[in-house]
């Protein structure tokens, strides 16, 4: 059965990854305070996660890094791997820029901080489900050091020819829609394509990725 908004959308459905099983109650209880958002299922290990996202086909997954037998990062690849409709939503701590960096390398769409409030939480999962990424300010310049290159190297080259078509059109303030319909791709896959310019350009917004995009030429309509 799918559970439905007043409206009739389909909620969103995710699922709670962590090894800590008081905090997946508790997250699970945040989370079933919030309309059109439903948690399917939980899991206590990455080999947990990779079975019920394959039996649940959730639309986001809520992913703690460190677990048993096999991480968030593994769990995160084969995730997105077998069901890339599903977004990745990693949970952090302060110290863990290192996972978080190669979370996002396994396509991860984003990243929040366990001490996120609730509205955080709640606008990241939103986020995410719409294809969006989504990254905490509080540790996003360290991460993106890890894995973009220095600001005076040129970043641009290394934005594929699609890439830079999703750009284009993101930096004439394009909705991910509206670039979905004009290059016949789906949400999704818009989505995917601008966490993968995010991490490139080494930016946490698209108002940054837009001046980008502009310094470099690209949004121009004449």
Avoid: C, W
């Amino acid at each position: 059965m799918i559970f439905r908004e007043a409206d009739g959308r389909a909620a969103i459905r995710v699922l709670l990854v962590d090894d800590h099983p008081v905090v997946r109650r508790g997250l699970a209880a945040l989370l079933g305070t919030l309309p059109g958002i439903e948690v399917v299922a939980q899991a206590g290990t990455g080999q947990e996660a990779v079975r019920e996202a394959a039996l649940n086909r959730p639309d986001v997954v809520v992913m703690d890094l460190r677990m048993p037998s096999m991480d968030g990062v593994q769990a995160t690849r084969h995730i997105v791997r077998d069901h890339p409709a599903t977004a990745v939503l990693v949970l952090t701590m302060f110290h863990e820029d290192a996972l978080v960096a190669e979370a996002l390398h396994a396509g991860a769409r984003g990243y929040l901080l366990k001490t996120a409030e609730q509205d955080e939480i709640e606008r990241a999962i939103r986020a995410v489900a719409a294809g969006d990424a989504i990254f905490s300010s509080a540790v996003a310049g360290r991460v993106l050091g890890r894995i973009t290159p220095a600001r005076d190297t040129p970043v641009l080259p290394q934005v594929s020819p699609r890439e830079r078509e999703v750009l284009d059109l993101v930096a004439t303030g394009a909705t991910n829609a509206a670039i979905a319909d004009r290059l016949k791709l789906s949400p999704k896959t818009v989505g995917n394509h601008i966490s993968a310019i995010f991490l490139k350009l080494g930016v946490t917004s698209r108002a940054e990725a837009i001046v980008i995009a502009k310094d470099a030429g690209l949004g121009r309509r004449d």
